[in-house]
């Protein structure tokens, strides 16, 4: 099957063309014709399968060939977890949409507003926007969703998980009742089809592979350490190919920089992306990274949604993560586009019951393979008893502060507002939620 066969405009298939794009993903085969049929679409598919192309490019035909409106109000909106993934969606975009004449802009936390404020002014076909920072605008009457023909929710699964609920019903509420709507998650979970249900109108529901399913290019691969020589492991390990790209991935934010603090005076190029960074540093450390400027890319789990790198050699999960789940999306990041990924982890024994939690999801063994001079001084626990980091406590054992848990997720401010710079910390007190029930469920 080509692009030529599912529909697409000549601008749109020659936008593909000067990328080289022939073929779609399967997420993209499935998905494209109903969309630009005007069906609503539920779904499935996972970070790395093409699934941006499957709602862009039937968004901007359908608003390329529907002509202006006069108010030139935005007639699409697409909701996002995260700025990196508004960022990242925004300029699929402009490559997709580069000979037709269709207009986006992007709305998220983190910068001011003066400059979104004037783009709306000036008139836009879309908005990438994330729910908090969209909120703002409502509130503030700088945005007009009255005139919204699609809506897209993209990894809606993760926006729940950071809290947003609130604000993306409060969302909905602003925009038309007819219109298209298009959601995309990783599953459809119990409370993504309750959403569904909710604002969507018999929707086409697709899924291109099971859940929590990772692709045959990306090998496993465990590297058992005490939790006090992991930093230097992770430099043994970066230090065989200093050139080579490698996304990290880090359980909480202090720890992602103390390591880059640490890896830099080492003599490797690396740079943090998180929560607490600013917009212009996190968009500054993932430009530098895409452009080989830095070749080491800290992240915590949250901030690292957007990250769209073709040929990602390798993932290092330094610190796993507490919920078996986000093992999947991490390394997501490595084995797209027909190329081989490995993923790599550094596992201390107080991490033992995570592994376990992992191995149990993807119902597979991961190779567990002591490196020579870094040999754990206990083996690995791999029974369902075996042990679990402190809460608040990373493969690092650092001695930082949960935040608290007084207040529910999106319940900081009234209306359910859940500001786009806090949704790491709802996310985190999610995920400390579930762990305190059993283990993980297969």
Request: charged share 20%; no cysteine; proline share 6%.
């Given at each position: 099957?080509?692009?030529?066969?599912?529909?697409?405009?000549?601008?749109?298939?020659?936008?593909?063309?000067?990328?080289?794009?022939?073929?779609?993903?399967?997420?993209?085969?499935?998905?494209?014709?109903?969309?630009?049929?005007?069906?609503?679409?539920?779904a499935a598919a996972q970070t790395g399968t093409g699934k941006t192309a499957a709602f862009a490019l039937p968004l901007l035909q359908?608003?390329?060939?529907?002509?202006?409106?006069?108010?030139?109000?935005?007639?699409?909106?697409?909701?996002?977890?995260?700025?990196?993934?508004?960022?990242?969606?925004?300029?699929?975009?402009?490559?997709?949409?580069?000979?037709?004449?269709?207009?986006?802009?992007?709305?998220?936390?983190?910068?001011?507003?003066?400059?979104?404020?004037?783009?709306?002014?000036?008139?836009?076909?879309?908005?990438?926007?994330?729910?908090?920072?969209?909120?703002?605008?409502?509130?503030?009457?700088?945005?007009?969703?009255?005139?919204?023909?699609?809506?897209?929710?993209?990894?809606?699964?993760?926006?729940?998980?950071?809290?947003?609920?609130?604000?993306?019903?409060?969302?909905?509420?602003?925009?038309?009742?007819?219109?298209?709507?298009?959601?995309?998650?990783?599953?459809?979970?119990?409370?993504?089809?309750?959403?569904?249900?909710d604002f969507m109108h018999n929707p086409r529901e697709i899924s291109v592979s099971a859940p929590n399913t990772v692709t045959a290019?990306?090998?496993?691969?465990?590297?058992?350490?005490?939790?006090?020589?992991?930093?230097?492991?992770?430099?043994?390990?970066?230090?065989?190919?200093?050139?080579?790209?490698?996304?990290?991935?880090?359980?909480?934010?202090?720890?992602?920089?103390?390591?880059?603090?640490?890896?830099?005076?080492?003599?490797?190029?690396?740079?943090?992306?998180?929560?607490?960074?600013?917009?212009?540093?996190?968009?500054?450390?993932?430009?530098?990274?895409?452009?080989?400027?830095?070749?080491?890319?800290?992240?915590?789990?949250?901030?690292?949604?957007?990250?769209?790198?073709?040929?990602?050699?390798?993932?290092?999960?330094?610190?796993?993560?507490?919920?078996?789940?986000?093992?999947?999306?991490?390394?997501?990041?490595?084995?797209?586009?027909?190329?081989?990924?490995?993923?790599?982890?550094?596992?201390?024994?107080?991490?033992?019951?995570?592994?376990?939690?992992?191995?149990?999801?993807?119902?597979?063994?991961?190779?567990?393979?002591?490196?020579?001079?870094?040999?754990?001084?206990?083996?690995?626990?791999?029974?369902?008893?075996?042990?679990?980091?402190?809460?608040?406590?990373?493969?690092?054992?650092?001695?930082?502060?949960?935040?608290?848990?007084?207040?529910?997720?999106?319940?900081?401010?009234?209306?359910?507002?859940?500001?786009?710079?806090?949704?790491?910390?709802?996310?985190?007190?999610?995920?400390?939620?579930?762990?305190?029930?059993?283990?993980?469920?297969?």
């Amino acid at each position: 099957m080509s692009f030529d066969s599912l529909g697409l405009a000549p601008a749109l298939l020659r936008a593909l063309a000067d990328y080289g794009y022939t073929q779609p993903t399967p997420i993209q085969a499935a998905a494209i014709p109903p969309a630009l049929e005007g069906h609503d679409l539920l779904a499935a598919a996972q970070t790395g399968t093409g699934k941006t192309a499957a709602f862009a490019l039937p968004l901007l035909q359908k608003l390329s060939t529907s002509g202006q409106t006069l108010t030139r109000r935005p007639r699409a909106l697409i909701l996002t977890p995260t700025r990196e993934l508004a960022a990242q969606i925004h300029e699929n975009m402009r490559d997709y949409g580069k000979h037709i004449r269709v207009s986006a802009t992007t709305i998220f936390g983190g910068v001011g507003m003066g400059p979104q404020i004037n783009a709306l002014r000036r008139g836009v076909d879309i908005v990438i926007a994330t729910p908090g920072r969209l909120i703002d605008h409502l509130q503030q009457r700088t945005l007009d969703l009255s005139a919204v023909e699609t809506l897209v929710l993209d990894e809606a699964d993760r926006m729940l998980d950071m809290g947003f609920l609130p604000a993306l019903k409060r969302i909905l509420a602003a925009l038309p009742k007819k219109r298209q709507t298009l959601l995309f998650s990783a599953t459809f979970a119990p409370a993504i089809k309750a959403l569904a249900l909710d604002f969507m109108h018999n929707p086409r529901e697709i899924s291109v592979s099971a859940p929590n399913t990772v692709t045959a290019l990306v090998s496993h691969q465990v590297h058992p350490v005490d939790a006090s020589r992991k930093r230097d492991l992770l430099l043994h390990v970066l230090s065989a190919d200093s050139r080579r790209q490698t996304l990290v991935f880090s359980r909480t934010k202090h720890g992602a920089d103390k390591l880059v603090t640490f890896l830099n005076a080492s003599g490797l190029r690396a740079a943090a992306i998180h929560g607490n960074k600013s917009q212009n540093a996190r968009t500054r450390a993932l430009s530098d990274f895409k452009s080989d400027r830095v070749t080491v890319l800290v992240a915590t789990d949250i901030a690292a949604r957007g990250i769209d790198i073709e040929q990602l050699p390798i993932v290092i999960n330094f610190d796993l993560p507490s919920v078996a789940e986000d093992y999947v999306h991490r390394i997501g990041r490595t084995g797209r586009a027909g190329m081989e990924g490995l993923a790599l982890s550094l596992v201390s024994h107080d991490e033992s019951g995570l592994l376990y939690d992992i191995r149990k999801l993807l119902k597979q063994d991961i190779a567990i393979t002591p490196v020579a001079g870094y040999e754990p001084s206990a083996p690995l626990r791999l029974d369902a008893g075996a042990p679990r980091p402190k809460q608040g406590g990373g493969g690092q054992r650092q001695q930082q502060r949960a935040p608290r848990q007084g207040k529910p997720a999106g319940a900081a401010r009234p209306n359910g507002y859940a500001p786009q710079g806090r949704g790491e910390r709802a996310a985190g007190n999610q995920r400390r939620r579930s762990n305190r029930r059993p283990a993980a469920k297969a």
